[in-house]
């Protein structure tokens, strides 16, 4: 597969800076626009991207498809897991004051746990779908 | 008011287009559209997700569709009346409902009344959070999202097991021709 130099190495200098905004887009959810969902397409927009430049190989060497299939049970897993420590603690489902003495901070604990969730499911989901069109075309 | 002519024009121009890979390209202009238009809602969040999902992962699925499948629409046979006509009227009931919405902005609509103050008031003392959007998605209709995420999930494996299962038995064809 022959592509543009200007291309590569294009892509090569701005992955980095895409991971690195779905990851603020992630944690800085709290205080700005973003969250779990935008935050996991952006990073799935990262591999894919990875993908289209240098081939499946490569965007496969980052993100194997047995890890990106574990990743889409993995972060519902991990929401779901979230509300029954509030039911095993003696709380309702999904109730984050558990997490914590002080209930502002648990709050704040699950809603972190619950976006690593979505992230987790949401960039295994596009990646995968990805995968699947891309391997089916060949 | 120019967003939404040019969302217009696009439409258009969708419809009337006949080979499918301007049709994923217009369509991916009318996402980023889209967006700008939830900017200058205020709704920088929904923004965010419409242009990332709309315009980017959506584009990209969409392209390695069309790679699977022939590339321009076939042209209709017949004149189609009777959808058009459900459509303008679907189309002029919606833009007549919106008639007696109040207007945009407005702090004493119905809908800023039931259980917003309360967010607003108290999501920091409750959350520690103080984008009101997250708190709410996350915590305060924490059921909401978590059906969300298991409709991802759902969506995901489904179309797994459509293209790979489909694919397997194609891969299997192949190695019985050349061993």
Same mark, same amino acid.
């Given at each position: ?40 397409v ?97 | 008011? !120019? #967003? ?5 024009? %696009? @439409?258009? &121009? ?5 080979? =499918? ?28 997700t419409e242009a990332s999902v709309g315009a980017g992962v959506s ?21 189609? !009346? #009777? ?5 303008? %009227? @679907?189309? &002029? ?5 919106? =008639? ?60 797994? #097991? ?18």
């Amino acid at each position: 597969m022959s592509l543009d130099l200007i291309l590569r190495v294009g892509t090569k200098l701005i992955l980095p800076f895409i991971l690195l905004f779905a990851l603020y887009v992630q944690f800085h959810g709290d205080f700005g626009p973003g969250g779990g969902f935008q935050a996991g397409v952006i990073t799935a927009g990262m591999v894919i991207l990875l993908a289209i430049t240098f081939g499946l190989k490569a965007a496969q060497r980052v993100a194997p498809r047995s890890l990106v299939e574990r990743m889409i049970p993995l972060g519902a897993l991990i929401f779901a897991g979230t509300g029954v420590v509030g039911l095993v603690m003696g709380k309702n489902y999904l109730d984050y004051s558990v997490f914590s003495r002080d209930p502002a901070h648990g709050h704040e604990l699950g809603i972190f746990l619950v976006e690593a969730g979505v992230l987790i499911t949401v960039a295994g989901t596009m990646t995968a779908l990805f995968y699947a069109f891309v391997e089916r075309g060949r | 008011m !120019v #967003l939404l002519t040019l969302l217009a024009v %696009v @439409t258009v &121009a969708i419809v009337r287009q006949r080979s =499918l890979f301007g049709v994923v390209i217009l369509a991916g202009i009318y996402s980023f559209l889209m967006a700008s238009v939830l900017i200058v809602l205020d709704a920088v969040d929904v923004a965010m997700t419409e242009a990332s999902v709309g315009a980017g992962v959506s584009t990209v699925i969409l392209l390695a569709t069309l790679h699977l499948i022939k590339t321009t629409e076939m042209r209709s046979v017949r004149r189609h !009346v #009777l959808p058009l006509f459900v459509s303008a %009227v @679907t189309g &002029a009931v919606l833009v007549w409902g919106t =008639l007696v919405l109040p207007p945009f902005g407005t702090a004493d609509a119905v809908i800023h009344k039931h259980v917003v103050p309360r967010y607003i008031a108290d999501t920091i003392k409750e959350t520690n959070v103080p984008n009101v959007v997250t708190a709410v998605l996350a915590d305060y209709r924490g059921y909401d999202t978590l059906g969300e995420t298991t409709v991802i999930f759902t969506a995901g494996i489904g179309v797994m #097991l459509l293209l790979r299962g489909a694919r397997r038995r194609g891969r299997t064809d192949r190695e019985k021709v050349s061993p």
